[in-house]
C-alpha cells in the first residue's frame, strides 16, 4: 500500500462503523461522507478488497437501521446506494452492491416489523442504483453477469429468506422499466428470469412457485409487460432444467407447462422448438419396452400371477396420476 495512501486498522474500521451507526443524524452523515471518499481512494490505489467492504457495510446498515424519518431514510438509502457508481473500477462497484446483498440476507431475520418497510424500501433503491450503473456502462455483457449473479448467489437462490426474493420479484419490472429503453439489450431481464426459473425447479414450496409464476411469468404468458425478452433462452433453460432426475415431478409440470407458453408468447412455433423433453421420451420408451416385456410373459405362460402383477401396476399408475391431478 502507498506510504500515503489512507489505512485503516481493525480499531479504525469499528470506529467507522460506529460512526454510522450512531443515533445522532449529522454523526452518521459526517461518518458517510469520510467512508465514501476512503471508498473512492482505496478504489483509485487499488487497494481496496471485499473483506474492507464488508466491514463497512455493518456500518452502513446501522445506519439505515436508526434512521427514524421517512424522508430521511429514504435520502440515505439513496445516497448509499449511489456509491456504486462512484467507484472508477467496476470490480468495486460490483464488489459493493455484493456486500449490500450479503448484508441484508445476513441481517434480514434480525430485522423487526417496525423497520421492515424502510428496508424494503432500502432493497428498492440499490435495485435501481445498481441497474443505473449498468445502463451507464452500456449493459455491458461482464457487468450485466455479474451483477445478476450477485443477486442469484447472494439472494434469489440462497438459504435467505424468500421474502427477500419474493420482493424483488414484485418490483423488478417496475424498477427496470423505469430505467430501459428501446435499445436496452434483453440480458439482464432474460437473465434474471432464468434465476426465478432455477427457483421454480428446486423448491418443495408450492406458495412461493404460485407467487413467482404471479408476479414474473404470468405477465409474460399474458403479454401485459412491454419488455424485450429472449425467450428462446428461456426455453432452453427450462428444457435443461425439467430433465434433470432429481427434480420433483409437481415441478418439472410446471417447467414444460412455462416452457410452452412462452413459446406460445414469443411466437415460437412448435416446429422450431428443441424436443420436449428427454425425460418424458425416455419414459414413454420405458413403458413401451415394459408393455412388450409383459405381452411376451402372457404368450409363453398364460398362469394368473403375470396378470395380477401386470394389473396392481395399472392401480399404481393410475394412484400416482390421481395424485398429480389433486395437486
Not at 16 to 44: E, I, P, Q
Not at 310 to 323: L, M, W
Request: hydrophobic share 40%.
Amino acid at each position: 500500500m502507498p506510504a500515503n495512501g489512507p489505512t485503516i486498522s481493525d480499531d479504525a474500521h469499528i470506529s467507522f462503523a460506529k460512526r454510522l451507526a450512531h443515533n445522532n443524524r449529522d454523526t452518521r452523515k459526517a461518518a458517510l461522507k469520510k467512508v465514501k471518499r476512503w471508498l473512492v481512494t482505496k478504489s483509485k490505489q487499488g487497494t481496496l478488497d471485499h473483506g474492507e467492504i464488508m466491514k463497512i457495510w455493518k456500518g452502513l446498515h446501522y445506519s439505515m437501521w436508526y434512521s427514524d424519518k421517512p424522508l430521511t431514510q429514504e435520502s440515505l438509502a439513496l445516497d448509499i446506494s449511489q456509491i456504486v457508481s462512484l467507484f472508477p473500477s467496476i470490480e468495486d462497484s460490483v464488489s459493493f452492491f455484493s456486500g449490500f446483498c450479503e448484508t441484508i440476507a445476513r441481517e434480514w431475520v434480525g430485522i423487526d416489523r417496525q423497520r421492515l418497510d424502510k428496508f424494503y424500501m432500502f432493497i428498492k433503491t440499490a435495485l435501481k442504483c445498481v441497474l443505473e450503473f449498468c445502463a451507464a456502462n452500456s449493459w455491458n455483457d461482464e457487468i450485466v453477469n455479474n451483477v445478476v449473479n450477485t443477486l442469484d448467489v447472494r439472494i434469489i437462490n440462497s438459504p435467505c429468506p424468500d421474502s427477500i426474493a419474493v420482493f424483488i420479484s414484485e418490483n423488478i419490472f417496475s424498477i427496470y422499466s423505469e430505467i430501459c429503453n428501446d435499445s436496452t439489450p434483453p440480458q439482464f431481464i432474460t437473465k434474471i428470469l432464468g434465476c426465478y426459473i432455477t427457483v421454480l425447479s428446486k423448491t418443495p414450496k408450492k406458495d412461493l412457485s404460485r407467487v413467482l409464476m404471479a408476479n414474473l411469468f404470468t405477465p409474460i404468458i399474458s403479454n401485459t409487460i412491454d419488455l424485450k425478452i429472449e425467450h428462446q433462452q428461456l426455453i432452453s433453460l427450462i428444457t435443461d432444467l425439467a430433465v434433470q432426475p432429481s427434480i420433483l415431478t409437481r415441478n418439472r409440470k410446471l417447467l414444460y407447462k412455462l416452457r410452452n407458453d412462452i413459446a406460445e408468447a414469443g411466437g415460437l412455433a412448435p416446429s422450431a422448438l428443441s424436443p420436449l423433453g428427454k425425460h418424458k421420451r425416455e419414459e414413454k420408451v420405458t413403458k413401451d419396452v415394459v408393455d412388450d416385456e409383459n405381452v411376451s410373459v402372457n404368450i409363453q405362460d398364460e398362469t394368473t400371477e403375470p396378470k395380477k402383477k401386470k394389473k396392481k401396476k395399472k392401480k399404481k399408475v393410475n394412484q400416482s396420476v390421481n395424485f398429480l391431478i389433486s395437486e
